[in-house]
């Protein structure tokens, strides 16, 4: 396993999620026209929603937190799907 490619990779992704992540999912919601984030400011969805809840340690963190890690989480899971597919083919 070559470490510095992993932490590159868990940096650009978790950089990603914790910037630009919510930023896509907040406009997308309003492009598609959905009535949470038609009436909810970027503000609020960002001070009250996304980060607020990673002041303290209960379930709404845990959810902020894992909202934030999606595509990190995701990548992986990508990755894991191609290796498992890759040694079928070889077997």
Same mark, same amino acid.
């Given at each position: 396993m070559n470490w510095s490619k992993e932490l590159w990779f868990a940096l650009l992704f978790l950089s990603v999620g914790f910037t630009i992540w919510p930023?896509?999912?907040y406009y997308l919601g309003l492009s598609i026209g959905i009535?949470?984030?038609l009436n909810?400011?970027?503000r609020t969805w960002a001070e009250? =929603?996304?980060y607020g809840p990673l002041g303290g340690l209960d379930i709404? &963190? %845990?959810? &902020?937190f894992s909202f934030l890690?999606?595509?990190y989480l995701?990548?992986?899971?990508?990755? %894991? =799907?191609?290796a498992v597919g890759q040694s079928s083919l070889k077997d």
């Open positions: 930023l896509m999912v009535e949470f984030f909810t400011t970027l009250q =929603i996304v709404f &963190s %845990i959810a &902020s890690c999606l595509p995701l990548f992986n899971l990508i990755r %894991i =799907i191609l």
